[in-house]
């Protein structure tokens, strides 16, 4: 039998022998369920701390400053969940799921998540609201493919924009066929974590990694360039100069879909895609675990957590809601 402890920060389970807190509950516990290595899952982790993970989440853990000692839960199951290298769920047999951040769209480099049944679900809410719902992430592509290869015909610059983990390599992922061929740059984090997905066999072109020496090629103005760079690329004197010389920049998120987007991250161009579920995605899945009752975080939880007790699912949001467009952009 596999207990929910409800806390101040977030989610717990205990079942026999074992008490593992769940991603953001983790400061003081002995033992942690680690879903993936975004910032925002992994910044509290202490050395030394026990933790459960995938082997990806731990490297990229390590990379970002943060070691812990990987142990393995021998009653847990750990699934995919598409969100980014190593993302996982926990699963307990039939009693109990806790998502993490999840995408339940199939993708050439993954496939969606697909959650096994679970008497208990504790879901992430991101998208939580029904503003958001995504168009086909091909066609979304597919325009901003076309718009971009209008600026190379003109000699231009295009700088694409995303989390240096995940958002960036899927967005090479995705952009890499049509811009087969063009001299191509990535920031120096962003090309860290190009290596990592390379690892485990994930298909990402090399890029001319932006380095002190590489800077006066990206301001020439002469050829055609595509350049990857990170979301905060706003406070990068480097990507205020190259827009200065004619460089557009596109950004990549589920948040553009909210008017403030653009200028949150001083982008010229943003298209709605997201590593996450959208507001169908989250239903859906839930939905298909078929749960008896369902715990909603990070994000927007009550509005998540009412909309699928309309649907005849016991729903209860957790305390320490995050719906705030600038908690995720920081």
């Not at 553009?256 to 899945?285: C, K, W």
Request: aromatic share 10%; with cysteine; proline share 4%.
């Amino acid at each position: 039998m596999v207990r929910v402890r409800i806390g101040a920060r977030g989610a717990s389970i205990v079942g026999s022998g074992f008490s593992v807190a769940l991603d953001h509950a983790g400061a003081t516990s002995a033992l942690r369920f680690i879903s993936h290595a975004h910032s925002d899952h992994i910044f509290d982790l202490r050395a030394g701390q026990k933790a459960v993970c995938s082997e990806p989440t731990e490297i990229l853990a390590a990379l970002r400053g943060k070691f812990f000692t990987k142990v393995q839960l021998d009653s847990a199951e750990l699934v995919p969940t598409g969100h980014i290298l190593g993302s996982s769920a926990l699963y307990i047999h039939d009693e109990f799921l806790y998502t993490g951040d999840f995408n339940d769209r199939d993708r050439e480099f993954s496939d969606g998540f697909r959650p096994p049944r679970a008497k208990v679900v504790v879901t992430e809410a991101t998208y939580g609201v029904e503003k958001f719902v995504f168009d086909s992430e091909q066609d979304v592509i597919s325009e901003a493919a076309d718009r971009i290869t209008d600026l190379l015909r003109k000699d231009k610059c295009a700088i694409i924009t995303g989390y240096p983990l995940g958002k960036s390599q899927h967005l090479q992922m995705m952009f890499d066929p049509y811009f087969h061929g063009v001299a191509s740059y990535s920031w120096p984090s962003i090309e860290m974590y190009n290596d990592i997905y390379r690892l485990f066999g994930e298909k990402i072109s090399r890029k001319k990694e932006i380095a002190a020496g590489v800077e006066a090629e990206l301001l020439d103005g002469r050829s055609p360039k595509v350049v990857y760079m990170p979301s905060y690329a706003k406070r990068l004197p480097l990507y205020a100069e190259m827009r200065r010389k004619g460089a557009v920049s596109f950004g990549f998120s589920g948040w553009s879909l909210m008017g403030q987007y653009s200028e949150a991250v001083d982008v010229d161009q943003a298209f709605p895609i997201s590593d996450h579920a959208d507001f169908n995605g989250l239903m859906r899945t839930v939905e298909r675990a078929e749960p008896e009752k369902v715990y909603v975080t990070h994000g927007f939880t009550k509005e998540l957590a009412k909309a699928l007790r309309g649907r005849g699912i016991d729903a209860s949001p957790l305390s320490g809601a995050r719906g705030r467009l600038s908690f995720f952009l920081d």
